[in-house]
């Protein structure tokens, strides 16, 4: 069984504060007795800072982070190791990188709180109807991304969650892809690690090229990792190149089929390989890729 508490204790959160409209994390912080201060850092984007024993708190935010989306993600993020159990035994400074991230490098503290920032901001109760009706695209997204005041990466893999189409969204930095977030059927591993490919809108969007405004149709070699392909096999490609780190978001989407063997699951086929214990979690949700 898999267990979310990131995502359990968000709604519980959200239910205790009866928040029914588009939450605001300053709100929720201040409510939960966190306050908010801004600090000039280079080590870290959010920390929480708590005394032991006393159930307040403060979150420090990094001075100048840009995006009203991310600075929300951040206070949402730093909430999370103030409310999940076992978080206070943890020092609770987090990194850019650790930060709204999928990658499987980062601990497993940092990616339940930030499921639970995805769930705080983007609550699957008001987005599963915007986002169940309609077809997968960045359009939508950014939908999302504005009514709940949060970032485009955040709302990207929110929708991957709760689309019932076979979407992954990708991240990629300085021409690498850096971690995805898959949808529960997308049933592909995305080539984490590797240069991004010619032939991707991706690498029209880091190479400033002009790029299409709609999901185009790229070859699924060039972004998922199998031997499991059929000949000819193609995925719907949308990016977008992000304004800072210099980053391209990607949406991809299994329209039709492309697998050889519609049985063959890679990630079922992984779990029969040996689990290193250290690693081995019941919280985990991703596995590693084969690399
Ligand atoms: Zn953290």
Not at 118 to 130: K, R, Y
Not at 197 to 211: M, P, Q, S, Y
Request: with cysteine; glycine share 6%; hydrophobic share 40%.
């Amino acid at each position: 069984m898999t267990l979310f508490p990131g995502k359990i204790y968000a709604q519980a959160l959200l239910e205790a504060l009866n928040i029914h409209g588009a939450p605001d994390p300053e709100d929720i912080a201040k409510r939960i007795g966190l306050a908010i201060e801004e600090a000039d850092a280079d080590g870290f984007e959010g920390a929480l800072v708590r005394p032991v024993g006393v159930p307040l708190g403060a979150i420090a935010l990094k001075k100048g982070v840009r995006e009203k989306g991310r600075r929300n993600f951040t206070i949402a993020h730093e909430i999370g190791h103030f409310v999940l159990p076992g978080h206070d035994s943890i020092g609770n400074v987090c990194s850019s990188q650790q930060i709204e991230s999928w990658s499987t490098d980062i601990n497993h503290y940092e990616q339940e709180a930030n499921e639970f920032a995805g769930e705080l901001l983007i609550p699957t109760a008001q987005a599963s109807p915007i986002v169940t009706k309609r077809l997968p695209s960045l359009k939508v997204i950014k939908e999302v991304a504005q009514h709940f005041n949060a970032s485009l990466t955040a709302s990207g893999w929110r929708f991957c969650e709760l689309t019932p189409e076979r979407c992954a969204m990708v991240m990629s930095t300085k021409r690498r892809i850096v971690w995805y977030k898959a949808a529960e059927d997308f049933r592909f591993h995305i080539k984490v690690g590797d240069e991004i490919e010619e032939g991707t809108v991706a690498l029209d969007c880091f190479l400033g090229r002009k790029i299409p405004s709609a999901p185009v149709s790229v070859a699924a070699s060039l972004w998922l990792a199998s031997s499991n392909l059929l000949p000819q096999a193609s995925v719907w490609e949308e990016s977008i190149l992000l304004p800072y780190y210099d980053s391209v978001l990607t949406l991809l989407w299994i329209k039709d089929r492309i697998e050889r063997d519609a049985e063959w699951d890679e990630r079922e086929e992984e779990l029969l390989e040996p689990l290193d214990p250290q690693e081995f979690t019941l919280r985990r949700r991703k596995w590693p890729g084969k690399r």
